[in-house]
Nanobody, 121 residues
Framework: QVQLVESGGGLVQPGGSLRLSCVAS????????MGWYRQAPGKERELVAVITSGGSTNYADFVKGRFTISRDNAKKAVYLQMNSLKPEDTAVYYC???????????????WGQGTQVTVSS
């Protein structure tokens, strides 16, 4: 059983910052790519940023220059530093990870429960 637990969401004013954290736990052999997605009310879930096990990153155009994704492989954790937040960043943010469980032959995708980020004055 693999679980992803997110933390760090909340209410912030426009222009403010938040840092999201996500930790993977359970019977894990290796954690491959990790990332953050978000879903606003009435919209499809969309990719925000992803990071490979080697540290290569990719960002959605709408967060480039404002958000930074990072990871700590020893802690099986991924982070999202969000700066210069805008009202349109308001959404539920989900952590995603491709994890090879102990005894498994290949990785599977896992999702966290989501954390609400609200940007409002």
């Amino acid at each position: 059983q693999v679980q992803l637990v997110e933390s760090g969401g909340g209410l912030v004013q426009p222009g403010g910052s938040l840092r999201l954290s996500c930790v993977a736990s359970g019977s894990i052999f290796r954690t491959n790519g990790m990332g953050w997605y978000r879903q606003a009310p009435g919209k499809e879930r969309e990719l925000v940023a992803v990071i490979t096990s080697g540290g290569s990153t990719n960002y959605a155009d709408f967060v480039k220059g404002r958000f930074t994704i990072s990871r700590d492989n020893a802690k099986k954790a991924v982070y999202l530093q969000m700066n210069s937040l805008k009202p349109e960043d308001t959404a539920v943010y989900y952590c995603n990870a491709n994890v090879i469980a102990r005894g498994a032959m290949r990785g599977n995708d896992y999702w966290g429960q989501g954390t609400q980020v609200t940007v409002s004055s």
